[in-house]
């Protein structure tokens, strides 16, 4: 059975979203980069390929069920922050509205009973919940350590040391 055409609309704006969080993610890392904080940018770096990860997850699925890809415009995203915490309580921000955006989402699969798509977004609930443990969880480590400039070069050093993927881990375990 074919996706119906607001499932696709509805994915398609979601695809949009995907990419403009990378594309957020990587102004965020730019932002890194000039400021020094070269195991946050790496951070901010493998955030960017999670998001595009997913949107493509999303391009795939549309694709495989017969509907149609439309790619859309992504503003420019956000340049300056006033220190490494504001861009963390950002980042968090931002992946709780996306967490709102993919429940919109299942909300609109159950609603057409489109059992296939809400299985498929399932996976992308379960990964919303992880963003926002480990976003909150670098947020409640930065307001430790404050202004503090070893505490700040010690984070950089360990987010730096992020893998490709995040697992269930703690968030300390996670980086």
């Known amino acids: 059975m074919n996706i119906s055409k607001n499932m696709t609309k509805v994915f398609n704006d979601q695809i949009q979203a995907e990419l403009a969080s990378a594309y957020l993610?990587?102004?965020?890392?730019?932002?890194?980069?000039?400021?020094?904080?070269?195991?946050?940018?790496?951070?901010?770096?493998?955030?960017?390929?999670e998001e595009v990860e997913h949107a493509m997850k999303m391009f795939d699925y549309v694709a495989s069920r017969g509907g149609k890809v439309e790619l859309k415009a992504i503003s420019a995203p956000k340049r300056e922050w006033a220190n490494v915490l504001a861009v963390y309580q950002d980042t968090l921000a931002h992946e709780m509205e996306v967490t709102k955006l993919i429940y919109k989402m299942v909300e609109a699969a159950a609603k057409e009973k489109d059992y296939a798509s809400t299985e498929f977004l399932n996976w992308f609930v379960k990964e919303q919940v992880e963003e926002e443990e480990t976003a909150s969880g670098i947020v409640a480590t930065l307001e430790k350590v404050g202004d503090s400039v070893v505490g700040l070069v010690t984070y950089d050093h360990v987010l730096g040391k992020r893998s490709t993927k995040i697992g269930r881990a703690s968030c300390r375990e996670r980086v």
């Open 25 to 49: 993610y990587l102004s965020m890392a730019a932002w890194f980069e000039e400021n020094d904080f070269g195991g946050f940018a790496h951070w901010m770096k493998k955030q960017y390929a």
